[in-house]
């Protein structure tokens, strides 16, 4: 027979539910940073609940960092300013579980810095493009002496495009997938061979998208910028996903 065909009811918690108007009240701006929730008593009145849900409850919040919740204090639950770590958790999380490629999060990085740099060559200050050029400066000082300062100052760079793109969630996607893809492929990064050739390839990169930044040309900062990351970590993408990656160059 014909008709509509319905998914089985799944049982919600009461936990779940404490979760999820609390969650609410922080998003509709009702709880701000540094308000405090009600004490558990309370809680437990208003939700008609057991002290074992109201901590269930607060234990999940806790670990999506909405709240911090102090073992004694007989204070409510202090309400957390936002931070891109519940992010990063997640996409660190999706990513292990192989729900998040590399060659999908290299793909995001490519989308997100290209949009970065657009932005930035229109958009940024004199002050941005010191910071850009300090930061390149770090880049060659380190050159020879190791990989790790010569990461800190290229972070530092793209840092600096981030903040002068003047969109805020560009800046904290940037930094999470950064984190992430960095992580998953630091060990072949650092048995990759001839060290000292890659940092000067890059440092002539980083020079490339600065001048674009410079001369406000947008198109050409993204397109350098694409085909940089590109170069960069194509080679540790498995090859079925490159293709995927190639459809973002021009």
Not at 32 to 59: I, K
Request: net charge neutral.
């Amino acid at each position: 027979m014909g008709g509509p065909r319905f998914e089985p009811v799944r049982t919600v918690r009461a936990y779940e539910r404490i979760v999820e108007q609390i969650e609410e009240a922080v998003e509709t701006g009702t709880l701000t940073p540094g308000h405090r929730l009600p004490s558990e008593r309370d809680l437990m009145a208003q939700f008609s609940v057991s002290r074992s849900t109201v901590r269930e409850a607060l234990r999940v919040l806790q670990a999506r960092g909405l709240v911090r919740s102090r073992p004694g204090d007989p204070n409510g639950a202090e309400v957390l300013p936002f931070t891109p770590a519940a992010l990063h958790k997640s996409m660190t999380t999706l990513a292990r579980v192989d729900q998040l490629s590399l060659g999908e999060l290299v793909g995001f990085r490519m989308t997100l810095d290209a949009a970065a740099n657009l932005l930035a060559a229109r958009l940024r200050t004199e002050a941005q493009l010191a910071e850009m050029d300090a930061a390149i400066s770090a880049m060659r000082a380190a050159a020879g002496t190791g990989y790790d300062a010569f990461s800190a100052a290229d972070v530092a760079f793209h840092d600096a495009v981030a903040r002068a793109s003047g969109n805020k969630l560009i800046q904290i996607c940037t930094d999470v997938v950064r984190s992430i893809v960095l992580n998953l492929i630091a060990e072949k990064i650092a048995a990759a061979p001839d060290q000292d050739g890659l940092m000067r390839q890059s440092i002539r990169h980083h020079e490339e998208v600065l001048a674009a930044v410079r001369a406000g040309d947008g198109p050409l900062a993204a397109r350098l910028s694409r085909q940089t990351m590109y170069d960069y970590y194509v080679t540790y993408v498995p090859a079925p996903e490159r293709a995927a990656l190639r459809a973002l160059l021009d």
